[in-house]
């Protein structure tokens, strides 16, 4: 003998203990860099008809159908997308994505290439792995200059070339363009995506310094005093970016749902090639925080632990009522 109450109290377990799972992962990455939290959807199960619904007639009215519903189960677990708070940190190597952009990072050799959709090797390049994206913009260095995550991926961006653009150490600041480079000042080499690198010299002149720019353009100031522009970060956005995989890491992957990855066109691009005010800008010196509010989680794990507790207390209440009958053949 069995009693569907019982087993549609086993479903709100089941539900609510999800739910458990989800909160207790966003109460624990309440200080992951640029996490974003997560909330459990339930919906209703199948309904088991005692009795049909009838229409009316000349003599009655209709009655409606007589259901008896089965339990609960998870509908969906969704990425609350929300930006979270910007941290001024002041270290020049944190970025913060202000926007809808991820950051392009690959695993591979240092003169690997994919191209500008941000997930192909281009032609005749050796080939580059792993490509994820990320929103942690806690940069490094290595002993090579190499631009990377904290993990050591590798950070893609635009190469600059055409000789680079400086400028002059007057005030104010007026390009000078170096032999080769068009009327526009430094161009990105276009469809491909390279790993970064803020090598310690360029030519003679030793890199005093370096900064970070909002559209990503990372420009070197010299021993010399000139200033050089030497890479561009790359961006990518989703059509679905709730439908992107977690990895870990603090890395995202594509999905058969979230869509291709749309890539930021390059520094120098025009007319139609150029999407770049669609992207977030890049905040140097600044990290951003996970949007966990904590005040939230702790209410929903109150209520998903009463929950939890009711659907349990249907189970005791179907063996009491089983003990019951089985009582009566004493």
């Not at 941290?87 to 690959?106: F, H, M, P, S, W």
């Not at 170096?178 to 526009?184: I, Q, R, S, Y």
Request: hydrophobic share 35%; glycine share 12%; with cysteine.
């Amino acid at each position: 003998m069995a009693l569907r109450s019982m087993y549609t109290g086993i479903s709100g377990m089941k539900a609510n203990q999800t739910k458990l799972d989800v909160v207790a992962n966003n109460i624990a990455n309440e200080s992951t860099t640029a996490f974003k939290a997560s909330r459990t959807a339930f919906s209703d199960m199948l309904y088991q008809n005692s009795g049909e619904a009838t229409s009316p007639t000349s003599n009655k009215g209709g009655t409606n159908a007589k259901q008896v519903g089965l339990g609960a189960s998870v509908s969906s677990i969704n990425k609350m997308m929300g930006q979270g708070n910007k941290l001024a940190t002041g270290r020049k190597l944190d970025v913060c994505v202000d926007g809808e952009g991820y950051l392009i990072v690959c695993n591979g050799p240092v003169n690997g290439k994919i191209d500008s959709t941000g997930n192909k090797v281009a032609s005749g390049s050796p080939a580059m792995s792993s490509v994820s994206y990320t929103r942690d913009g806690n940069l490094t260095l290595d002993k090579d200059g190499n631009l990377l995550t904290t993990d050591g991926q590798r950070v893609m961006g635009y190469q600059i070339t055409n000789g680079l653009i400086t400028y002059s150490t007057t005030t104010p600041i007026t390009p000078i363009i170096v032999t080769g480079a068009p009327a526009d000042g430094a161009v990105a080499v276009a469809n491909a995506l390279v790993p970064l690198v803020i090598p310690a010299s360029i030519g003679a002149d030793k890199i005093k310094d370096f900064n970070i720019g909002s559209d990503g353009v990372i420009t070197a100031n010299l021993s010399g005093g000139s200033r050089v522009a030497i890479g561009q970060i790359a961006m990518a956005s989703f059509t679905n970016p709730e439908g992107l995989t977690a990895i870990g890491g603090n890395m995202l992957s594509e999905s058969t749902n979230s869509g291709s990855a749309l890539v930021k066109s390059q520094l120098g691009a025009t007319g139609t090639a150029d999407n770049s005010k669609a992207f977030g800008s890049i905040n140097s010196g600044t990290l951003e925080a996970s949007n966990v509010d904590l005040t939230e989680q702790f209410t929903e794990l109150i209520t998903a632990t009463r929950s939890f507790q009711a659907s349990s207390k249907l189970i005791s209440n179907g063996d009491e009522i089983l003990q019951t009958i089985t009582g009566l053949i004493r």
